[in-house]
């Protein structure tokens, strides 16, 4: 069954899409730019690009299938696992697989699968409906033609400008020498000075500067608290109590997913082969799949072998 078009529609609403065995799909984001030497406007893309690491189970597209056929999650599994069985199965022929609206994957001279992108597809929301345009230059355009004529006003008479730059010259020195005279002079200054009428405002002002002078703060630290002992009668509420150091698990994930009910049907699937399942509630909505929890890393790294070989895609995670 091919689920290209499942692919496309998750490509559209996120950044990542992973096919489970095979590799991840990336959006990255490219804003809007100008090619000068054509002129063409571009509107913001999302490019994709591939990631073959990228290839455990996040339970995405797979949910997916599941939701879009009405199918239960192990089956929608197994039907992701034969589109990508085929796939390797084309690649390795070396024969070209081509995702319609997606891009096209082949296998270079080393073996290694390399992504072609369909450049024609933009899976940028905001930028539906866009399509880029040519918009040339503008030519022959003089600014100069845009300047208005004369306004039509007759100019200033020469004689009318002289007769205000004589009034000028007669009236500024007069009004400077009307604003000097008062300032160099005691003709507005008054003879009176500043005092009090309480004759005991300056006492008490000094006797307050003097008690601020003297007083010097103190501070006290209470060091004997953290040598007595702490007796039934004693307040303790400001005692520390030690923090105890944090202790952490190592589990191995087998999957990730966004409805819970998906990651139960996981667990019962582990149940049957023998494993302690567990669903851990990740930080970012997501129900994870424990197949087993470890006190150590190595010993969940040495562990994670044996349960990849039911679940491909396993992962250690600390918590």
């Known amino acids: 069954m091919d689920i290209t078009p499942f692919i496309r529609e998750l490509l559209f609403g996120h950044d990542c899409v992973i096919i489970p065995g095979f590799g991840g799909l990336i959006g990255n984001y490219i804003p809007a730019r100008i090619e000068r ?5 571009y509107p913001p893309v999302k490019q994709i690009s591939f990631n073959r690491n990228l290839n455990h189970n996040d339970g995405l597209l797979v949910g997916k299938i599941s939701s879009a056929l009405n199918l239960p999650y192990g089956d929608a599994r197994s039907i992701a696992d034969d589109f990508v069985a085929g796939i390797r199965r084309r690649l390795e022929k070396g024969e070209k697989v081509l995702f319609e609206k997606i891009g096209s994957f082949i ?3 080393e073996g290694n699968v390399q992504f072609e992108p369909d450049t024609g597809v933009n899976y940028h929301l905001n930028s539906f409906g866009l399509e880029s345009f040519v918009f040339p230059p503008l030519e022959k355009y003089d600014v100069r033609k845009r300047i208005t004529g004369h306004s039509g006003k007759d100019p200033v008479k020469r004689q009318a400008m002289r007769k205000i730059l004589w009034r000028a010259a007669v009236v500024v020195p007069i009004l400077a020498l009307m604003v000097a005279v008062p300032l160099k002079t005691n003709l507005f200054r008054s003879n009176l000075e500043a005092t009090t009428l309480n004759p005991l405002a300056n006492a008490e002002f000094d006797s307050n500067m003097k008690a601020v002078e003297n007083e010097t703060p103190e501070i006290i ?3 004997e608290a953290a040598d007595r002992p702490v007796t039934g009668g004693e307040d303790i509420s400001e005692t520390v109590a030690p923090v105890p150091e944090a202790s952490f698990s190592y589990f191995i994930i087998t999957g990730s997913f966004r409805q819970r009910e998906n990651a139960e049907v996981q ?4 149940e049957k082969e023998g494993f302690n399942p567990e669903i851990i509630d990740a930080p970012n909505g997501f129900f994870r799949v424990s197949a087993m929890r470890c006190e150590s890393a190595e010993v969940a790294t040495e562990r994670r ?7 491909p895609g396993a992962w250690v995670k600390k918590i």
């Open 305 to 311: 072998d044996s349960v990849s070989r039911h679940f």
């Open 267 to 270: 667990a019962s699937l582990l």
């Open 37 to 41: 030497s054509s002129s063409t406007f």
């Open 107 to 109: 296998n270079n001279q």
């Open 221 to 223: 630290i209470n060091t």
